[in-house]
């Protein structure tokens, strides 16, 4: 069984970098993309971006010049990185595994921005 | 790009057939046989419901039906019961490696 589990700080200051990972087990990160995705309280979701296990990036125009997407095949673990948040990237994060049709997902963690 | 656009809110009885609508444009909808439909329960994650359209992953109910007609794509429950109450996403490739969700529909089993 494919699971997926998000892990970083749950508060972040404003103007400070947003950091998650997501573990993955029960299957490689090997020919898979892989994506985040967030929903901010009571909002729709909105994607983030997606990564190949080559390393290959695309991003949401909107949050292009803020992310950074990368994988780490020996620990099985892909990471997002978002700079300069304000309190409007403050959202529950969900990683999960595919790019168009996206099957698995983690739990979601809830990253809250304030100072 | 903007959001598919999903109506707010949909009902129906148990036993009763559902449909929830996600409208796009020529450019991602109507362009790509690419929408996917997801169900997300209060405090879970979403769950992928239909992808390719109309297509169900393994263990999902053949209840859960979708289509596609021009730029609007469609999501039916059929048999509604208790547990499909929750919110309704869709999705659709839009090119550019890039992917877009509607706003979502809550609904409601009466």
């Known amino acids: 069984q494919v699971r997926l589990q998000e892990s970083g700080p749950g508060l972040v200051k404003p103007s400070d970098t947003l950091s998650l990972t997501c573990t993955v087990s029960?299957?490689?990160?090997?020919?898979?993309?892989w994506s985040w995705i967030r929903q901010p309280a009571g909002k729709g979701l909105e994607w983030i971006g997606r990564i190949y296990t080559s390393g290959s990036t695309n991003y949401n125009p909107s949050l292009k010049s803020r992310v950074i997407l990368s994988v780490d095949t020996s620990n099985n673990q892909f990471s997002l990185k978002v700079s300069s948040v304000t309190a409007a990237d403050t959202a529950v994060y969900y990683c999960a595994r595919g790019s168009i049709a996206p099957d698995f997902w983690g739990q979601g963690t809830l990253v809250t921005v304030s100072s | 790009q903007s959001a598919l656009t999903q109506p707010p809110s949909a009902s129906g009885s148990p036993g009763q057939s559902v449909t929830i609508s996600c409208t796009g444009t020529?450019?991602?909808?109507?362009?790509?046989?690419?929408v996917s439909w997801y169900q997300q329960h209060p405090g879970k994650a979403p769950k992928l419901m239909i992808h390719e359209v109309s297509k169900r992953p393994s263990g999902v109910p053949d209840r859960f039906s979708g289509s596609k007609s021009g730029n609007t794509a469609s999501l039916t429950v059929s048999g509604l019961q208790a547990e499909d109450e929750a919110d309704y996403y869709c999705s659709s490739y839009v090119g550019n490696n890039q992917l877009v969700f509607g706003g979502g529909t809550k609904l409601t089993v009466l």
């Open positions: 020529s450019s991602d909808v109507g362009d790509y046989n690419y």
């Open positions: 029960g299957a490689s990160l090997s020919n898979y993309y």
